[in-house]
């Protein structure tokens, strides 16, 4: 699976941005797909996730503010996010998770976009 992601860039504390992140594979045949970010100085984290089922899950951090989706059709998974903040500044990377058994599974990176919210 080859994971290519968008849609980062510079705004304003209050702003919007959203990110993409399009699969080589087709995304109904991905268990879990997420958003991941890393600050400075700082250990990755989960962002948001979304199952093949469509239940999704999200940081506390970002809750109310981001919202993970998406589209079969176009094998790609969104993160809108809302009300940016200085510290939702992060490189981000995209993720898709596939399970073969209980004991076996595939995870798969994308490259970082980097997110950068100026106060």
Known sequence: VQ?????GGLVQAGGSLRLSCASSR???SID???WYRRAPGK???LVASITSSGSTNYADSVEGRFTISRDNAKNTVYL?????????TAVYYCNAVVVITIRLQ???WGQGT???VSS
Do not use: F
Not at 3 to 7: E, R, V
Not at 80 to 88: A, I
């Open 3 to 7: 994971l290519q992601a968008s849609g």
């Open 26 to 28: 087709n995304i109904d």
């Open 32 to 34: 879990v797909m997420g």
């Open 43 to 45: 250990q990755r984290e």
């Open 80 to 88: 809108q996010m809302n009300s940016l903040k200085p510290e939702d």
């Open 106 to 108: 595939y995870t798969y």
């Open 114 to 116: 980097q997110v950068t």
